[in-house]
């Protein structure tokens, strides 16, 4: 009759926790053993009666394997397991951090997590301060600037009706002045002789004559013609506007 297993090694095995036994019959059922009695009681005695070669002694250090995970999720509510690859030397670099802090790999590992997602939304923060003080900076560089747009644009303005009275008030002269003009040599010419139409068309003459002058003498600008007989309309340029 050749050996079988050992039950030192169905330590970890329960009969009397109804949990396991029903975990254990599903597992079973799982490998291909037959699993038709459900009895706890009957799973320890089951279990011995393997043969103790390689294929039972793997088959039951997966299960205990497995029945610690199952222990290991059920006693950590919130908690998920995961199985994943590392290199070698993040492995390392984990173990020597966890010694560090005097915790487990998978608390280490955890509060890696933890700080990066922190550093994560320090950073968006001061990037979020940092924009709302760029917005806070270019809206008041805005409201300044459209300030003096208006304070420059009522300056324009206010100059604008002040050449324009200016301007009627020259038109309003020269129009005296010539007026004045043609009476006087009018009457210089009537003190001689009655007027006839060459003398007419030479005191024009001489009225014009007498304007250009005073406009030299004056040094009146071109854009105020002050002796044009049409109404008086003030337009800046481009060169007396500024712009």
Partial sequence: MGTTIDKSRLKWINSHDRVQMQWAWQYLSTKDVDTQQHDGAALV????????????????????????QKKCRSQSPGKKAYNFLLPTSAQANLKHLARIRRTTITTALEQLITDALEAEKRHNQILKDRQDEQKGKLAEMKAKLDATRERAKEQTNEQANKISELGKVAKQLAAEVSTQLKNLYEAQLQANSTLNEEDKAAVDE????????IKERLALPKWLDAFNSRPYFYKPSKANSGT
């Avoid at 001489?206 to 002058?213: G, I, K, R």
């Fill in 45 to 68: 005695p089951l279990m011995a009666s393997w043969p103790d070669d390689a294929k039972h002694r793997e088959l039951l250090h997966l299960m205990s394997a497995a029945w610690r």
């Fill in 206 to 213: 001489l009225v014009q004559e007498a304007q250009e002058e």
